[in-house]
T-cell receptor, first 111, second 111 residues
Framework: QKEVEQNSGPLSVPEGAIASLNCTYSDRGSQSFFWYRQYSGKSPELIMSIYSNGDKEDGRFTAQLNKASQYVSLLIRDSQPSDSATYLCAVNPRNTDKLIFGTGTRLQVFP | EAQVTQNPRYLITVTGKKLTVTCSQNMNHEYMSWYRQDPGLGLRQIYYSMNVEVTDKGDVPEGYKVSRKEKRNFPLILESPSPNQTSLYFC??????????FGPGTRLTVT
């Protein structure tokens, strides 16, 4: 089992819709969770971090964390074509100083 | 402007020819890390450093060396590059090990 798993996609949504991206992780003791956005040919960019169960909202983005079920999700409201990118989930396993990344979900927002 | 810089951005080299990829950050971050990104495998950590003169292996350290003599710099050294080290390399830095900020990437081809 991979430490951090994401569906590779592509996830295609129409402009203005809600895009829902999911991630599961294997280390139950993980404490910190992150979402990065990576445009084609560019470097990953941190867009959300979440540390406790529940929802965290930042503009059009909402991160959701459920530690009991070991999943973290990212919702993008009012999706725009400029949101088309690969979204990477990253997890900090317990007792480590590293981030483990999923392989990413490619999101396509069509007009 | 706060940033992580890498040089060179593109490099084509031959098997066995030693090379160094430089990484520098101007944010006074203590934590720095090197990743490689390969299709289907995602981002994998090569080495990381918690502070000056403190380095640790990541998940794929074989064939690589690093040093951290100054807080701002964290060069990646390939003593004898091989074709399986052809990849996209990213340097990242952060205040802790979690919210990491990435450099623009170095695309390396070893023939």
């Amino acid at each position: 089992q991979k430490e951090v798993e994401q569906n590779s996609g592509p996830l295609s949504v129409p402009e203005g819709a809600i895009a829902s991206l999911n991630c599961t992780y294997s280390d139950r003791g993980s404490q910190s969770f992150f979402w990065y956005r990576q445009y084609s040919g560019k470097s990953p960019e941190l867009i959300m971090s979440i540390y406790s169960n529940g929802d965290k909202e930042d503009g059009r983005f909402t991160a959701q964390l459920n530690k009991a079920s070991q999943y973290v999700s990212l919702l993008i409201r009012d999706s725009q074509p400029s949101d088309s990118a690969t979204y990477l989930c990253a997890v900090n396993p317990r007792n480590t100083d590293k981030l483990i990344f999923g392989t990413g979900t490619r999101l396509q927002v069509f007009p | 402007e706060a940033q992580v810089t890498q040089n060179p951005r593109y490099l084509i080299t031959v098997t066995g020819k030693k090379l160094t990829v430089t990484c520098s950050q101007n944010m006074n971050h203590e934590y720095m890390s090197w990743y490689r990104q390969d299709p289907g495998l995602g981002l994998r950590q090569i080495y990381y450093s918690m502070n000056v003169e403190v380095t640790d292996k990541g998940d794929v350290p074989e064939g690589y060396k690093v040093s951290r003599k100054e807080k701002r710099n964290f060069p990646l050294i390939l003593e004898s590059p091989s074709p399986n080290q052809t990849s996209l390399y990213f340097c990242a830095s952060s205040l802790n090990s979690y919210e990491q900020y990435f450099g623009p990437g170095t695309r390396l081809t070893v023939t």
